[in-house]
């Protein structure tokens, strides 16, 4: 007889599950308690528990609830469903209607996380706002890094497969995650506000941090990850508002002007306005004599890029005529007529107030 030399199963040490509570096995879900069907023992009885936390959004149908462990506690999730109508395709939208409204994101590294502009597709500049926060941001995960960084120096030894500065790395995913959601909701909320029915962001695939210093280092590349997380929420709950999310290439966004599409010089308040300075908040066009806020024109020329995609598509093969539309044959010779084609502008020109300012702004911290 062989000899057994694995050992018996055991049953596991953690709960790890969640528990799903079905049709019937609970009822009046309230904002503030619920009844379940739980087994006391000798026999299945009804229990009102209270619960805390967020209120059910409204026009919503709950799903079956899970009890999920964390800890000492007990969650409640309740999956909800909501029943709207699926918006029409972008194209479509951009194409048909010249009074479409989209609004422009424009994320970036510095004191505005996100810049948002609403325009039409004709061209018109409705009302723009300023998501601050971003150099708080910053210094919070900078401090973080530095912490990591000499626990680090402490030891000189990192243990492969295991995570070091485990509460310094919760801190700091906890508070990416939460600007994330918070931004997001506010872009989505502008946009609702507005209107507008096409949300767009710059396709930002290929970020890489510069070199220097291991915290700087790796403050840009959260900083990047955290664009995309951004992205990544916006477009559901965008979707739940009736909002479509497009990305355009992000080639020089920051360097074009939003009315002539010539280069721009960007600068710094009290310096020349002469150049390229990357990150500076002014832009100047040597041009048209377009001054304003740099990331401001970049979101414009996001706007801008989307309406080019389709009305560059719209500009090639014509369609062929329905079958009711098509002429009849006449017999004999065809005589050959020129077409007389006028070609205007691929994209309307945006309707700024004067020089200096177009639209509203507004400023969100």
């Excluded at 996380?113 to 995960?141: D, H, K, M, N, P």
């Excluded at 096409?198 to 941090?209: A, D, M, S, W, Y």
């Excluded at 050959?336 to 700024?352: I, N, T, V």
Aim: glycine letters at 8%; one cysteine or more.
């Amino acid at each position: 007889m062989a000899k057994v030399t694995t050992s018996p199963p055991v049953p596991p040490r953690s709960w790890k599950k969640s528990a799903t509570l079905y049709a019937g096995q609970w009822k009046q879900r309230t904002g503030s308690s619920i009844v379940l069907k739980v087994w006391t023992g000798a026999c299945w009885s009804w229990v009102k528990v209270r619960i805390t936390g967020r209120e059910l959004p409204a026009d919503t149908e709950i799903g079956s609830p899970s009890l999920i462990r964390h800890g000492k506690q007990w969650w409640l999730h309740s999956p909800v469903e909501k029943q709207f109508a699926s918006p029409s395709k972008i194209e479509k939208q951009v194409k048909t209607c010249a009074q479409t409204k989209m609004c422009a994101v424009d994320l970036n590294l510095n004191e505005q996380v996100a810049v948002c502009t609403v325009q039409t597709v004709e061209g018109t500049i409705l009302a723009t706002t300023f998501i601050g926060g971003g150099r708080e941001i910053s210094g919070f995960r900078k401090k973080q890094l530095g912490r990591i960084a000499r626990n680090r120096r402490k030891t000189g030894i990192i243990v492969e497969g295991e995570q070091d500065n485990v509460h310094l790395w919760g801190k700091i995913n906890h508070v990416d995650e939460q600007i994330a959601h918070r931004v997001s909701a506010r872009i989505v909320q502008f946009a609702r506000e507005h209107e507008a029915s096409i949300l767009v962001f710059e396709h930002l695939g290929n970020l890489k941090p510069s070199r220097g210093k291991y915290s700087h280092r790796g403050n840009s590349k959260r900083a990047f990850w955290m664009k995309g997380r951004i992205f990544k929420y916006a477009k559901y709950k965008a979707y739940h508002e009736g909002i479509l999310t497009s990305r355009v290439n992000p080639r020089n966004t920051s360097r074009e002007c939003a009315r002539c599409h010539s280069l721009v010089a960007r600068y710094a308040q009290g310096t020349s306005a002469e150049g390229y300075t990357l990150g500076a908040p002014l832009v100047l066009c040597s041009q048209c004599g377009m001054r304003g806020n740099a990331d401001r024109n970049a979101s414009l020329v996001i706007g801008q890029r989307l309406i080019m995609r389709y009305q560059k598509s719209s500009q090639g093969k014509p369609q062929a005529p329905l079958l009711g539309e098509r002429g009849e044959k006449s017999p004999g010779v065809a005589a050959c007529q020129d077409a007389k084609s006028e070609e205007g502008p691929s994209l309307p020109q945006a309707r700024h107030a004067d020089s200096n300012e177009h639209g509203t702004a507004q400023c969100a911290v």
